[in-house]
């Protein structure tokens, strides 16, 4: 099994910043793409950002310019910058990763618990 566990979520004002971490642990032989996801109340999920492991990323339109994906395979971890947050930039942001173990060759869509990002006009 493969683990991911979000971090740095919280409340910030409109025209803030921050930073969100996904820390991936468990049972890993490799680690595939790596993808932000977001959820609003009544919205469907829907990507964000996604970064291969060689290092290609790609930005749903909504956040070109304002976020950057980046990822430390050192640390098996992924990182979400965002600038000038709008208060529609609030949902809970989830961590996402395929992923192949140990003990499993075949690819796994793994999910975290998710954090939750607030914006206030």
């Known amino acids: 099994q493969v683990q991911l566990a979000e971090s740095g979520g919280g409340l910030v004002q409109a025209g803030g910043s921050l930073r969100l971490s996904c820390a991936a642990s468990?049972?890993?032989?490799?680690?595939?793409?790596m993808e932000w996801y977001r959820q609003a109340p009544g919205k469907r999920r829907e990507s964000v950002a996604s970064i291969a492991s060689i290092g290609r990323t790609n930005y749903a339109d909504f956040v070109k310019g304002r976020f950057t994906i980046s990822r430390d395979n050192a640390k098996n971890t992924l990182y979400l910058q965002m600038n000038s947050l709008k208060p529609e930039d609030t949902a809970v942001y989830y961590c996402?990763?395929?992923?192949?173990?140990?003990?499993?060759?075949?690819?796994?869509?793994?999910w975290g618990q998710g954090t939750q990002v607030t914006v206030s006009s």
């Open positions: 468990g049972n890993i032989f490799r680690i595939n793409a």
């Open positions: 996402y990763a395929e992923a192949t173990t140990m003990t499993r060759n075949y690819p796994y869509a793994y």
